[in-house]
């Protein structure tokens, strides 16, 4: 059933008359004749019965008037939020963020803008680690993600440094290098010597826990891989029970307070904790795009009063 057709025939019922009804409707009258036949004719019934004055609806037609405005404010109400997500204002997006990304500021920050500035949008929120995020991305299971450092670079998907800010030291309370190092105080990573680390990573996998291993060789400090688990809390609750100690990013600093002490490390570029921005480099519609501007334009505003590095506008992907 046309929607134009019913759409002709409500005016037409409206105002009784086919000539004031084609002039509402910004038309002739021969046309809206012919649209109003032509439903007629769809629907086997008489709508309208011709006088001198105009038209006067018939029973049938007044069976049909209540369903045919119905659908008629339907379909405008389904127009109208079609034209709202074409301009990235409405419509469903899938956000996932790893535990260590979601315990930095900017990660609750950018969701709140987006819910105060975009009602119409409905986030479908996620939480995974970085393999698992990069694999959603790549499948196009989610829109946006929000991790440390990507474990791998599949096709199609882009990556982009928005914020960094260091690594601390995650002790266990009471551990010998908490002890011998004031809250005040930076621990060399030759501290580590024969220490048990806990790590969050896919072995083989780049990475900030990649990274520190390297370091670790190049400085010859030998250490043992006590666990590599797939998620900074359960690396952080490790600590917490006294298996090994571990690097986290700065913002996860007071996790655990009755358990965990924080120290800071040396000034590193290796061992800096990024925030990065994932999606997917097809999806351009607009409500994709709004959010990835909102969250650029976040961590520029956050970085400055945070005293954190802003990213370099870094966006890859493997060709």
Not at 14 to 31: C, E, I, K, N, Y
Not at 115 to 128: D, K, S, W
Not at 210 to 220: E, H, I, K, M, V
Request: charged share 20%.
């Amino acid at each position: 059933m046309d929607i134009h057709r019913l759409r002709c025939f409500l005016t037409v019922a409206d105002t009784g008359h086919v000539t004031r009804a084609a002039a509402r409707l910004g038309m002739q009258q021969p046309p809206l004749s012919q649209q109003i036949r032509a439903l007629e004719t769809e629907l086997g019934v008489r709508l309208f019965e011709r006088h001198a004055k105009g038209v006067l609806i018939t029973p049938p037609g007044r069976e049909l008037l209540a369903g045919a405005r119905a659908l008629v404010e339907q379909f405008d109400r389904l127009a109208a939020r079609m034209q709202r997500v074409a301009a990235g204002h409405a419509g469903t997006l899938g956000v996932a963020f790893t535990s260590s990304a979601a315990a930095h500021a900017f990660t609750p920050r950018v969701l709140r803008e987006c819910r105060a500035t975009q009602p119409g949008v409905e986030l479908r929120i996620g939480e995974a680690n970085a393999a698992e995020i990069i694999e959603s991305i790549a499948a196009r299971r989610i829109e946006v993600g929000f991790l440390r450092v990507p474990v791998a670079r599949p096709e199609g998907v882009c990556f982009e440094t928005l914020l960094t800010e260091p690594a601390v030291l995650a002790l266990p309370v009471g551990h010998p290098i908490a002890r011998q190092h004031k809250p005040s105080a930076v621990v060399p990573l030759q501290a580590l010597q024969d220490e048990k680390l806990i790590l969050v990573r896919r072995p083989g996998a780049p990475g900030l826990y990649a990274n520190l291993l390297t370091r670790l060789q190049q400085l010859g400090v030998a250490v043992q891989v006590a666990a590599e688990v797939e998620r900074m809390m359960s690396n952080i609750n490790l600590v917490a029970s006294g298996s090994g100690v571990s690097i986290v990013p700065a913002s996860m600093r007071g996790t655990h307070p009755h358990s965990v002490v924080y120290r800071d490390l040396p000034a590193d570029p290796a061992l800096e904790a990024p925030i990065t921005l994932a999606w997917h480099r097809n999806n351009d519609d607009a409500l994709s795009l709004r959010f990835l501007e909102l969250a650029r334009r976040t961590a520029a505003t956050l970085a400055p009063a945070a005293g954190l590095s802003r990213g370099r506008r870094r966006a890859s992907a493997t060709a």
